[in-house]
């Protein structure tokens, strides 16, 4: 049995448009083309795309809907990419109950066309991938779409023009839909935090018969791992220290995504120690975030005699020291 949008998006007719996003961008992490091993991965990103175009419209949600609760108004033949992809010819259309509808181009209706209702407006909105209907053809704008790029932190507090391959959900000349690429120079203005778009006018699915292209919303993440991360317009990175700088409170030169910066490490510093260097997060017209630097205290090695006659002494030095007393 075939699913319908919702099963394929893994959510409850219920579901909110946050939770239909959530589900589409979890599902687009595991099946997309570039990352996925799954061996129908390019399949289910076609049929995840064309899901969450109409979940995630408002207006075609609920005439999906519609079409759920009565699917014999719809010809039973399925909305969006199964309405289509299920057409069996120039002049039949399979149904979902295998039963076989004929429409005429000349003005008559086939068998079982009392039920032909709603492929009329699928002619009227998609005509030029049929080939023409009894109704005058209608163009239609193309549906936007969505991406995610990552790019380094440092693209936070300059700026950068990046080169970005994308995957797009588009349709073909057939009208059924299809993987597109395309190659794309991608402007990103300083000071964008995590999760903000860009938006890049007439780059989505190209329009039928004349309509508008839809647009392309690109979604910037910066690449974060265990030393650094960005919350909000806070960045925190992890600075390698030495024992006497911990202990002594020397000033030392630190690169970070701000610049190479020169900071005092306060006497006696701890392990995991927080040092918030104000105003040096990420740039935005409300402000600039903080940038929080975690003393890591790394102890040497001692490979050679004198290494370690320094650490005997040092030993010497602290036997009153009890760290696990």
């Known amino acids: 049995m075939t699913e319908n949008y919702y099963q394929i998006l893994g959510v409850e007719r219920s579901a909110t448009a946050d939770e239909i996003k959530k589900s589409f961008r979890k599902l687009a992490r595991k099946y997309h083309p570039d990352v996925s091993k799954e061996a129908d991965a390019e399949a289910k990103m076609q049929a995840i795309n064309v899901a969450y175009d109409t979940l995630s419209n408002a207006e075609k949600r609920a005439e999906y809907d519609q079409m759920l609760d009565n699917p014999h108004g719809f010809g039973q033949g399925g909305f969006g990419q199964n309405a289509y992809s299920d057409f069996a010819g120039a002049n039949g259309f399979s149904g979902a109950d295998g039963q076989s509808?004929?429409?005429?181009?000349?003005?008559?209706?086939?068998?079982?066309?009392?039920?032909?209702?709603?492929?009329?407006?699928?002619?009227?909105?998609?005509?030029?991938?049929?080939?023409?209907?009894?109704?005058?053809?209608?163009?239609?704008?193309?549906?936007?779409?969505?991406?995610?790029?990552?790019?380094?932190?440092?693209?936070?507090?300059?700026?950068?023009?990046?080169?970005?391959?994308?995957?797009?959900?588009?349709?073909?000349?057939?009208?059924?839909?299809?993987?597109?690429?395309?190659?794309?120079?991608?402007?990103?203005?300083?000071?964008m935090k995590e999760g903000q778009q860009i938006r890049l006018s007439g780059q989505g699915q190209a329009g039928v018969n004349g309509g508008k292209n839809g647009d392309l919303y690109i979604e910037i993440t910066y690449q974060e791992d265990q030393r650094q991360y960005v919350e909000g317009a806070d960045v925190y990175s992890t600075v390698d220290i030495t024992p006497w700088e911990a202990a002594l409170g020397e000033k030392i030169e630190v690169n970070t995504p701000a610049g190479r910066i020169q900071i005092g490490i306060p006497k006696d510093a701890r392990n995991g120690q927080k040092l918030r260097l104000k105003d040096k997060g990420i740039p935005n017209a409300q402000g600039a975030g903080h940038l929080y630097l975690i003393l890591n205290i790394v102890t040497p090695k001692a490979n050679t005699d004198t290494q370690r006659e320094a650490y005997q002494a040092f030993a010497e030095a602290f036997k009153d020291f009890q760290p696990r007393a």
């Open 101 to 191: 509808y004929y429409y005429d181009f000349n003005g008559n209706d086939g068998g079982g066309a009392e039920q032909f209702s709603g492929f009329e407006d699928i002619f009227g909105r998609f005509g030029a991938g049929f080939g023409g209907g009894r109704r005058q053809q209608s163009n239609f704008q193309g549906e936007d779409q969505h991406a995610k790029i990552e790019v380094p932190l440092e693209v936070a507090y300059t700026g950068s023009t990046q080169q970005i391959s994308l995957q797009i959900q588009g349709f073909n000349a057939q009208g059924q839909p299809e993987i597109q690429r395309k190659t794309l120079n991608v402007k990103i203005p300083k000071g």
